[in-house]
């Protein structure tokens, strides 16, 4: 057998801002196809719950059926116990009938509209069978009247469904069942989820330096973002400004050293003076100076590899992604918490390798066999 090579690592994780809907991660010291991995894994195989089946008794509202149970489908149900239901084809006590309370939950809907104002049906009007299962909306403004400093929007009506006319009724029980992303993106717990390369950004000062303020304004502003900016530390008027004045009292002082020549201190003045005037020289050629000021900014546009090429600078800034870094951005749809869909989607995938591991074969998976084992 070939000698086995590990390739085991050990990511690190550090959170830089979570909130109930939204997380942003740094995810270090791991591979491309890890983070893409974890990335494919929560949009489309975190499983959630949403109404699946929809039978409908009554419907005299203006919208058809199908166009119905569609929109029933579309409101994100609470799914925090997803992850320990049954998928409904793999549930044993209801042989895959998909309608028992380890693969399914019921919903009532029962509305009519008897006055002459038109009635807004919305998923507040959805009545679950589950004590923790209901429409996402309803479940926050459980939460906003419990908690008095909550603010009181007047958007807190659900989630429109269809609206009914005097006469109109719809009458329909719904089940709700465990899916994933990959089956229909009804299911799919997260809005959005990005990661980006963190970049690692070179200014060839020495370059860099050759060019006037103009210029580098010009170069800074180049860039679609804010990834540039000019120093305001070392702003050349600010420089100026101190040369001036200790290059006068250096003058003045210089003038004075031969009427006080006896007059030790007002010489030692003008020898502190000229040596301050010739540091402040001396800052003031580094002055102007062109900083990163958020590398992350960087949307890999190149404009400013461009600009300075057109400028006859080429060289003058390296960027390059961090092959092992990455910044990820989750937002959820509200059915689980962000940090749930992130730790759910590791389970998710560690159970993926647990099937690729019990199949596999040392002939066949000879290197993944050893990625998986970390060598040995
Ligand atoms: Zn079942």
């Not at 196809?33 to 409908?56: F, G, K």
């Not at 997803?82 to 793999?90: E, I, K, P, Y």
């Not at 980006?196 to 103009?214: A, C, F, K, R, S």
């Not at 002055?287 to 900014?297: H, Q, T």
Request: with cysteine.
């Amino acid at each position: 057998m070939a000698e086995r090579v590990s390739y085991q690592r050990f990511p690190k994780v550090r959170i830089r801002e979570l909130k109930d809907d939204y997380v942003k991660f740094e995810l270090r010291e791991t591979d491309p196809s890890i983070a893409n991995a974890l990335r494919r894994v929560m949009l489309a195989e975190v499983p959630t719950l949403a109404i699946d089946l929809v039978e409908i008794e009554v419907n005299s509202s203006v919208l058809n059926d199908e166009f119905i149970a569609h929109r029933l489908g579309l409101i994100p149900l609470t799914s925090d116990d997803a992850m320990g239901m049954r998928f409904s084809r793999d549930c044993d006590s209801c042989d895959g009938d998909g309608q028992c309370d380890y693969c399914s939950v019921e919903f009532h809907l029962n509305v009519r509209c008897d006055s002459d104002q038109t009635l807004d049906v919305t998923s507040a009007d959805l009545r679950s069978t589950s004590p923790t299962v209901c429409p996402v909306d309803v479940a926050h403004r459980v939460l906003a009247s419990a908690d008095p400093n909550s603010y009181d929007s007047s958007d807190q009506r659900g989630i429109l469904i269809v609206k009914l006319r005097r006469g109109q009724e719809l009458r329909l029980r719904a089940i709700a069942r465990k899916g994933i992303g990959k089956d229909h993106a009804k299911w799919s717990p997260a809005a959005t989820v990005t990661f980006l390369y963190e970049p690692q950004i070179h200014i060839n000062e020495e370059l860099m330096e050759t060019l006037t303020l103009e210029e580098k304004r010009a170069w800074v502003e180049s860039s679609p973002t804010r990834v540039f900016g000019i120093d305001p530390n070392t702003q050349q008027d600010f420089g100026e400004m101190f040369v001036g004045y200790n290059l006068i009292w250096a003058v003045y002082g210089c003038l004075w050293v031969p009427l006080t020549i006896l007059c030790a201190a007002e010489f030692c003045f003008a020898i502190a003076m000229m040596l301050n005037c010739l540091q402040l020289n001396e800052l003031a050629l580094h002055n102007n100076e062109v900083v990163v000021v958020d590398p992350e900014a960087y949307t890999y546009d190149e404009e400013v590899i461009k600009k300075a090429e057109a400028m006859g600078k080429p060289g003058l800034v390296e960027i390059y992604p961090k092959e092992d870094s990455f910044i990820f951005t989750v937002e959820s749809t509200g059915a689980i918490r962000a940090s749930q869909l992130v730790s759910n989607a590791l389970e998710v995938l560690r159970q993926k390798l647990d099937a690729v591991r019990l199949q596999e074969d040392e002939s066949d998976f000879g290197e993944l066999s050893a990625h998986l084992h970390g060598g040995g």
